[in-house]
């Protein structure tokens, strides 16, 4: 992929991020992802995993900024966004995805409401709670279960997303 595709791609992700659709991504957005994913599965704030959800939201949100706010003004502009994603990630996606990866863990504890691991059906709650599309979610969830157990491990979400934001197709 060449350098202008890869950053019309990276520019299409921002979207993912600015939760309030304000045009930039901050702390808020973050806490705005982990309250949704908390509503969609009835879990208190307070909770053990209410709170390792928004601490890994703001875990997060740190390395999110570290990478791409550039002025330091503790919001990432969809220029930054771009300049940062591009710049540090075009060679190693997995840095991303391991910034995610406290997040994603925390999410993954919630959507794994019997403690077996997650399942497609909850995968498809938390994506949909993080404003993905509806078709979108079923695939993913689908395409993330296909080792045979019928749940979803950690390191295959982990995966996933750092696939999703550094790859050229949108269904990637």
Do not use: H
């Not at 190693?92 to 993954?108: C, G, H, K, S």
């Amino acid at each position: 992929m060449d350098s202008v595709e890869y950053e019309r791609t990276i520019a299409a992700r921002f979207a993912i991020f600015d939760q309030d659709g304000n045009g930039y991504i901050d702390r808020a957005d973050f806490s705005a992802a982990a309250k949704a994913v908390l509503a969609e599965f009835s879990v208190k704030a307070r909770s053990d995993k209410g709170q390792a959800l928004y601490d890994g939201a703001e875990a997060f949100w740190q390395g999110m900024a570290g990478i791409a706010d550039v002025d330091g003004d503790q919001r990432v502009t969809r220029t930054e966004f771009v300049t940062g994603a591009v710049k540090r990630l075009r060679d190693n996606p997995q840095r991303f995805a391991e910034i995610a990866r406290p997040f994603l863990r925390a999410v993954a504890a919630v959507a794994d409401e019997d403690g077996g691991g997650v399942a497609p059906a909850a995968a498809e709650r938390a994506l949909r709670a993080l404003g993905v599309e509806p078709e979108a979610c079923r695939t993913a969830a689908a395409e993330l279960a296909e080792d045979g157990d019928g749940r979803i491990a950690e390191d295959a979400i982990v995966a996933a997303f750092a696939a999703y934001c550094t790859t050229a197709e949108p269904d990637a």
